[in-house]
């Protein structure tokens, strides 16, 4: 089977703060028009999908929540793997406790297998006092993602990364993470809209998490500088993107950049990345069954 998708992140390739990036939508109409399979992937773990899908159909792009795959869902699929039925004590918001109920998990205030942590201003010196003195009795202690800290409108807030930092200073047990660069998630992610390593493109903002993930998975990768990098800071970094673009509309807008993917993408299965060639190849047969196509497995 002839195929190609992208797992999509959102802050910083798909919008910055409240506001839409010009052109996004287009190149999600795009795909959509093309059906091309697509995944978006947030580091996010306070809102559940459909809460994030909802915020980008406000902004104009019409997707649903099949589109959204969150560290908080892979966070809760992961443990349901580990140890399902298992309890967690919770440090986050809905879209975390939200996935844990439907993966099976209880959310508890005394002996947890896992305290886990995410995202959201439900944080208290109380929440962490009791975070800490779990771990350090012998719950596993798991962050829903490194990120240190979240994009706010009036600037940044200590996110999932910093607060978990307390927690392993205080105890000396470092956190299992989930969240983008792990392979936990970006593997489930691929997973989740039927491809293969080597069908997957990774377009981020971020070095640390959307590229250094999908370099580590073997997915090709695009850095957007329409987000939090610049292309001058690329010089700190031991790995690098395939392709670097001002933002995802250079996709799209004539000249397109699609096709300078191929000559830099040698492997094996290699074809020319050119978006509607590649939509027009895929047989009449698998158009628009993408989502049918995923494994079963957990619903949320
Ligand atoms: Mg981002």
């Avoid at 010009?22 to 459909?50: V, W, Y």
Wanted: aromatic residues 6%; glycine residues 10%; charged residues 25%.
């Amino acid at each position: 089977m002839f195929e190609r998708g992208f797992l999509i992140d959102m802050d910083g390739v798909m919008y910055r703060g409240g506001e839409l990036i010009d052109g996004a939508d287009e190149f999600i109409n795009a795909l959509l028009a093309r059906r091309i399979p697509f995944l978006f992937l947030t580091n996010n773990s306070q809102r559940t999908r459909r809460d994030v899908a909802t915020k980008l159909v406000r902004m104009g792009i019409k997707v649903d929540e099949k589109h959204v795959f969150t560290c908080a869902m892979a966070t809760a699929r992961f443990l349901a793997r580990q140890k399902p039925g298992g309890t967690a004590y919770v440090i986050g918001e809905g879209g975390l406790l939200n996935a844990l109920h439907k993966n099976g998990y209880a959310i508890v205030d005394k002996s947890p297998d896992y305290v886990v942590v995410g995202e959201g201003r439900t944080l208290s010196s109380e929440s962490l006092e009791r975070a800490v003195q779990m771990v350090a009795k012998g719950a596993k202690l798991i962050a829903t993602n490194p990120d240190p800290n979240c994009p706010t409108d009036e600037g940044i807030r200590p996110g999932c990364g910093a607060i978990v930092a307390l927690i392993e200073a205080a105890t000396g047990i470092k956190a299992f993470s989930v969240g983008k660069p792990s392979p936990v998630m970006m593997r489930e992610a691929r997973k989740e809209i039927g491809l293969m390593a080597s069908e997957t493109i990774m377009i981020g903002d971020t070095m640390e998490t959307d590229i250094l993930g999908g370099v580590q998975l073997g997915y090709r990768t695009v850095l957007v500088l329409s987000g939090g990098t610049r292309r001058e800071d690329l010089a700190r970094y031991a790995y690098r993107p395939d392709v670097i673009l001002e933002s995802v509309a250079d996709l799209i807008r004539p000249p397109s950049r699609l096709e300078e993917f191929a000559p830099s993408l040698n492997r094996e299965d290699d074809t020319p990345l050119d978006i509607a060639t590649w939509a027009a190849m895929r047989p009449e047969s698998q158009r628009g069954t993408i989502h049918a196509e995923r494994r079963a497995g957990p619903v949320f």
